[in-house]
């Protein structure tokens, strides 16, 4: 059974920092491309940072100030966002992409809020 649990959100003030995890389970954490989503209350899910073989992308809204970065040997990805602004609120989700089956799981999430 795979299992993606995050963990970390809570309240934090703007310009504060906040680092999220995400264990995997149940997969070959190596063989999976691991995505960083979040969803603001009334709007769309959004990508927000990508790690892959390829390398790490972010959304224009994140760059420069949040990174995702992994952790094999512990099935774990991370999302340190840094700067945080209260535009930042969102529920983050984790997702992960096998390499060569595709198939894709999701966590289900964690609340970072962002406010004085």
């Known amino acids: 059974q795979v299992q993606l649990v995050e963990s970390g959100g809570g309240l934090v003030q703007p310009g504060g920092s906040l680092r999220l995890s995400c264990v995997a389970s149940g997969v070959i954490f190596s063989l999976n491309d691991m995505y960083w989503y979040r969803q603001a209350p009334g709007k769309e899910r959004e990508l927000v940072a990508t790690?892959?073989?390829?390398?790490?992308n972010y959304a224009d809204s994140v760059r420069g100030r949040f990174t995702i970065s992994r952790d094999n040997a512990k099935n774990t990805v991370y999302l340190q966002m840094n700067s945080l602004k209260p535009e930042d609120t969102a529920v983050y989700y984790c997702?992960?992409?096998?390499?060569?089956?595709?198939?894709?799981?999701w966590g289900k999430g964690t609340l970072v809020t962002v406010s004085s």
């Open positions: 997702r992960s992409r096998g390499i060569y089956t595709g198939m894709n799981y």
């Open positions: 790690i892959s073989g390829g390398g790490t």
